[in-house]
């Protein structure tokens, strides 16, 4: 359990990284009281009774966000709630044992149970990031939240949070809201998981979108749109999202239309090259075959669209689609945008001040005097060698030390 919340915490690494520059600082240290950094600078004397954590080798940068996870297991979403509930707990402590402090859950079909989740996080039931939820992805039906369409034609239930037309549209996303939602997702495109579209299907229409963000807006709720087409991409565009997540078969048109409009991409490259880097592999895939055929037809044009963003102007926020991989990978999508000709500096604000900004959390993703004390160690130095993202040494979120393996 997190220990030295009331105590003054004194941190001595080789070098920080504030979350906006270039590259590091030598020299520094940050002197964290009452949950939040206190001070940064030459503190060579910490103050009386404080905690000092040396961190030799390690580099000190704000606490990761991850703004695309799932932290309910797909698999398990006919299951009992309490059941399904306790598959994210592992899920929750890989997240913060990795150094991400703060995600944005993007819901699972049915329940929404990542609410439930935020709130045992922050009441301390449980050791994990903080959760920002979007509880379900509303989907219209045959869209790729329909997750169980044999069940509707057989008995009559669905799977999924389901909503077609204007009228369904605007009382689901008010449930939402009554659920306790800080975002509203919705399936803007089909998907490469789905029963029973495609990545290239459209299922909403212009006017459905406009009706669906207009909603959230009235309430307060920024949304986000699984989105992986021009077409799909530019409805959500028009509509007013603010941000879009995936976008890998988009083309330069629309990322320019996106940072025209401050539409922020969360791209996920990952969890797409995790999936195609298995293509060959008949293990990995039993079971899945539908979702391996997908994977195969749009193999080529994926791999092209993955290197798009970093030529474009637009604001990329770090998620990952955790969920659909193991938690304890987040990591690896910092040197998956790199292999695909994203800057490290680029990478690295997309998880801390870029994430921050798109959550609306200027006390988030940054080091800097008066914001909450997310701050973690990794060893070596990520802007020589990414691969430092996946060496935490230490975690701290709100003041409270949660890892200290040195």
Same mark, same amino acid.
């Given at each position: 359990?997190?220990?030295?919340? %009331?105590?003054?915490?004194?941190?001595?690494?080789?070098?920080? !990284?504030?979350?906006?520059?270039?590259?590091?600082?030598?020299?520094?240290?940050?002197?964290?009281?009452?949950?939040?950094?206190?001070?940064?600078?030459?503190?060579?004397?910490?103050?009386?009774?404080?905690?000092?954590?040396?961190?030799?080798?390690?580099?000190? *940068?704000?606490? =990761?966000?991850?703004?695309?996870?799932?932290?309910?297991?797909?698999?398990?979403?006919?299951?009992?709630?309490? /059941?399904?509930?306790?598959?994210?707990?592992?899920?929750?402590?890989?997240?913060?044992?990795?150094?991400?402090? *703060?995600?944005?859950?993007?819901? &699972?079909? %049915?329940?929404?149970?990542?609410?439930?989740?935020?709130?045992?996080?922050?009441?301390?039931?449980?050791?994990?990031?903080?959760?920002?939820?979007?509880?379900?992805?509303?989907?219209? +039906? &045959?869209?790729?939240?329909?997750?169980?369409?044999?069940?509707?034609?057989? #008995?009559?239930?669905?799977?999924?949070?389901?909503?077609?037309?204007?009228?369904?549209?605007? +009382?689901?996303? @008010?449930?939402?809201?009554?659920?306790?939602?800080?975002?509203?997702?919705?399936?803007?495109?089909?998907?490469?998981?789905?029963?029973?579209? $495609?990545?290239?299907?459209?299922?909403?229409?212009?006017?459905?979108?406009?009706?669906?963000?207009?909603?959230?807006?009235?309430?307060?709720?920024?949304?986000?749109?699984?989105?992986?087409?021009?077409?799909?991409?530019? +409805?959500?565009?028009?509509?007013?999202?603010?941000?879009?997540?995936?976008?890998?078969?988009?083309?330069?048109?629309?990322?320019?239309?996106?940072?025209?409009?401050?539409? #922020?991409?969360?791209?996920?490259? /990952?969890?797409? *090259? #995790?999936?195609?880097?298995?293509?060959?592999?008949?293990? =990995? !895939?039993?079971? $899945?075959?539908?979702?391996?055929?997908? /994977?195969?037809?749009?193999?080529?044009?994926?791999?092209?669209?993955?290197?798009?963003?970093?030529?474009?102007?637009?604001?990329?926020?770090?998620? *990952?689609?955790?969920?659909?991989?193991?938690?304890?990978?987040? !990591?690896?999508?910092?040197?998956?945008?790199?292999?695909?000709?994203?800057?490290?500096?680029?990478?690295?604000?997309?998880?801390?001040?870029?994430?921050?900004?798109?959550?609306?959390?200027?006390?988030?993703? @940054?080091?800097?005097?008066?914001?909450?004390?997310?701050?973690?160690?990794?060893?070596?130095?990520? =802007?020589?060698?990414?691969?430092?993202?996946?060496?935490? @040494? =230490?975690?701290?979120?709100?003041?409270?030390?949660?890892?200290?393996?040195?």
């Amino acid at each position: 359990m997190s220990e030295h919340s %009331h105590q003054d915490v004194l941190l001595r690494p080789d070098r920080v !990284w504030n979350g906006v520059d270039d590259a590091p600082v030598t020299g520094l240290g940050v002197l964290v009281r009452d949950g939040l950094v206190a001070a940064v600078g030459d503190l060579a004397q910490p103050p009386a009774g404080a905690l000092v954590v040396d961190l030799p080798g390690c580099t000190l *940068t704000p606490g =990761f966000i991850d703004c695309h996870v799932h932290l309910l297991d797909e698999a398990a979403e006919t299951a009992p709630a309490g /059941y399904q509930l306790l598959t994210a707990v592992p899920a929750l402590r890989a997240l913060l044992d990795g150094g991400f402090t *703060t995600v944005r859950d993007l819901g &699972s079909a %049915h329940l929404p149970l990542n609410v439930s989740l935020a709130r045992a996080v922050d009441d301390g039931l449980v050791e994990g990031p903080r959760v920002l939820a979007a509880p379900n992805i509303l989907s219209p +039906r &045959s869209g790729h939240g329909d997750k169980e369409p044999d069940l509707g034609q057989r #008995y009559g239930t669905e799977v999924g949070t389901l909503a077609d037309g204007a009228e369904e549209i605007r +009382r689901a996303v @008010r449930e939402q809201a009554r659920a306790g939602a800080d975002w509203i997702k919705y399936a803007g495109s089909g998907g490469f998981s789905s029963p029973v579209d $495609s990545p290239s299907s459209v299922p909403y229409s212009q006017d459905e979108v406009n009706t669906l963000v207009a909603t959230a807006g009235d309430l307060g709720l920024p949304c986000a749109a699984h989105a992986f087409t021009d077409e799909a991409v530019v +409805r959500a565009v028009r509509a007013g999202v603010r941000s879009v997540e995936h976008a890998c078969l988009a083309t330069d048109t629309s990322y320019a239309l996106m940072a025209r409009q401050g539409i #922020y991409l969360v791209p996920t490259h /990952y969890a797409q *090259t #995790y999936f195609l880097d298995r293509l060959d592999d008949d293990d =990995f !895939w039993n079971g $899945s075959a539908t979702m391996r055929s997908q /994977y195969r037809k749009y193999a080529a044009a994926l791999r092209a669209g993955l290197l798009r963003p970093a030529a474009s102007k637009v604001r990329v926020a770090f998620g *990952t689609d955790a969920g659909m991989f193991p938690h304890a990978e987040n !990591w690896r999508e910092f040197p998956t945008m790199l292999a695909h000709g994203i800057t490290a500096p680029r990478a690295l604000r997309a998880a801390t001040t870029v994430a921050a900004d798109l959550l609306r959390r200027p006390d988030l993703g @940054r080091i800097t005097t008066g914001v909450t004390a997310d701050l973690i160690a990794l060893h070596g130095d990520p =802007f020589e060698d990414i691969t430092a993202t996946g060496r935490v @040494r =230490f975690v701290m979120k709100g003041g409270a030390v949660h890892r200290r393996d040195l």
